[in-house]
């Protein structure tokens, strides 16, 4: 094979008479095959280092989303609103997307480092003739694992694009119930936490029972006695679910909890005395951490101050705030 010394491309000039001889050298003894494997072997980095640049570009892509979710759950306002009735709520949006997002960098991360390790292979000129490394049969080429890794991660910008559409619509559902809860917070039916705690245990049981009427209930039992056997509240969903509820109020909301005692008492009654379809326990106080396992292992509703504000000042259903839906079997214990 002859060089064709016309063409557009031809050797440096190398001032080292050394140098000049080497490669003098080696070009008299290149043939096609040395040539094309030169040829592949340039055009291999060239395309592996891209194929790093761009898991590179995407995972700064999702940092940055990261960073800038990090500023919405920090500030005050988002889209012109400062969200004081569903902050939790969009705080908790933010962080189901952050931690997809922290997923799809994790998989980038893996994928990135081993594309790396591949490219420092492919860089590397081996000590072999390069044309050994495209003999027939060959498959190794450290450039399948950089684009192994590139196929590996190609689907997380359709997950992302999915959970961000997701996202979106969720912050439009929550920009209609933050106005909603906003407007009823206004009206003559809302019942702040600090007039609650005002009341005492009957006016507790009264205001419980009645709104349960609100969400459409029939109300059996209003209040509790002497005999209640543990039920304050007894109400009738209209697809007929038997609600028994006890309540437990507290003039210092912010120092008493209802403990795992009291729930383990009331469970006792509550289905096994009273029927119950649905066992919820009120208090505009707090439940300890061992009150609120015990009712999750045993499908017992509990309303603390936080679920309470929801209920009887912002106008979520009980439904709503319980977690379960308005016909049917249960969807969810508290």
């Known amino acids: 094979m002859i060089i064709d010394r016309g063409a557009r491309v031809a050797p440096p000039r190398y001032p080292d008479r050394t140098v000049r001889s080497w490669i003098g050298d080696a070009l008299g003894k290149a043939d096609e095959a040395d040539l094309l494997a030169a040829y592949l072997w340039v055009q291999e980095i060239s395309i592996g280092r891209e194929g790093c640049t761009a898991l590179r570009r995407h995972a700064d ?23 004081d009735f569903t902050r939790v709520e969009l705080d908790s949006v933010f962080e189901a997307f952050a ?9 980038i991360g893996g994928c990135l480092q081993q594309a790396s390790l591949a490219f420092e292979e492919l860089s590397r000129l081996p000590e072999e003739d390069l044309s050994t490394l495209y003999a027939p049969g060959r498959v190794d080429s450290p450039l399948n694992t950089i684009t192994e890794q590139w196929d590996e991660i190609a689907p997380s910008t359709d997950r992302f ?22 407007l009823f917070a206004q009206g003559k039916e809302s019942y702040s936490l600090g007039r609650i705690q005002e ?3 009957k006016d507790f049981e009264v205001l419980v029972a009645w709104l ?43 120092r008493q909890t209802v403990t795992s005692t009291n729930v383990q008492t009331f469970n006792g009654t509550a289905r096994l005395e009273h029927k119950a379809d649905i066992a919820l326990m009120v208090t505009n106080g707090a439940f300890s951490e061992p009150a609120r396992d015990f009712a999750n292992d045993h499908a017992i509703h509990l309303i603390g101050a936080t679920e309470l504000e929801r209920w009887a000042t912002w106008g979520d259903s009980l439904y709503e705030v319980m977690g379960i839906s308005q016909a049917g079997a249960l969807e969810a214990s508290a």
């Open 61 to 83: 892509a999702l940092r940055k989303n990261l960073e800038k979710l990090e500023e919405l759950k920090s500030g005050s306002h988002f889209r012109g609103r400062a969200w």
């Open 99 to 107: 931690t997809t997002l922290n997923e799809e960098l994790d998989l």
């Open 161 to 182: 694009e999915t959970m961000h559409q997701r996202t979106l619509v969720e912050i439009d559902r929550l920009a209609a119930v933050d106005d909603r809860r906003a």
């Open 199 to 201: 009341f005492d245990g």
């Open 212 to 254: 349960t009427h609100r969400d459409g209930m029939k109300v059996i039992r209003k209040h509790g006695g002497t005999g209640d056997r543990g039920a304050d509240v007894i109400s009738e969903t209209p697809d007929g679910r038997r609600v028994v509820v006890q309540c437990k109020q507290t003039s210092r909301a912010a």
